[in-house]
């Protein structure tokens, strides 16, 4: 009976979450996936010297792009603190 509720207790503490972490994985994801947007925007209208339709084009593609990469770098962060692998 004893070493059931030590799994159970071992295994809570394995499972929670800080505060912390969730700002830190929110931000680092934020970053990865509205950064590469809003570079790709302001290369093509102050670099490239195009109008600004086809440079709000060009970001909202990028970020369409980034959306799919964050999404699988979500997962992989969602993982990173399991062992097995298992939300």
Do not use: C
Not at 57 to 68: D, E, K, N, R, Y
Request: no cysteine; aromatic share 10%; proline share 2%.
């Amino acid at each position: 009976m004893n070493d059931k509720s030590d799994e159970a207790s071992s295994r809570k503490t394995k499972e929670q979450i800080t505060l912390g972490s969730i700002f830190v994985r929110s931000t680092l994801l934020a970053i990865i996936i509205s950064g590469p947007a809003m570079l790709v925007t302001i290369i093509v209208y102050y670099v490239l010297r195009m109008d600004w339709i086809p440079s709000l084009m060009s970001g909202f593609v990028t970020l369409v792009v980034a959306m799919g990469f964050g999404y699988k770098f979500s997962n992989r962060i969602a993982n990173s603190g399991h062992k097995d692998g298992d939300i």
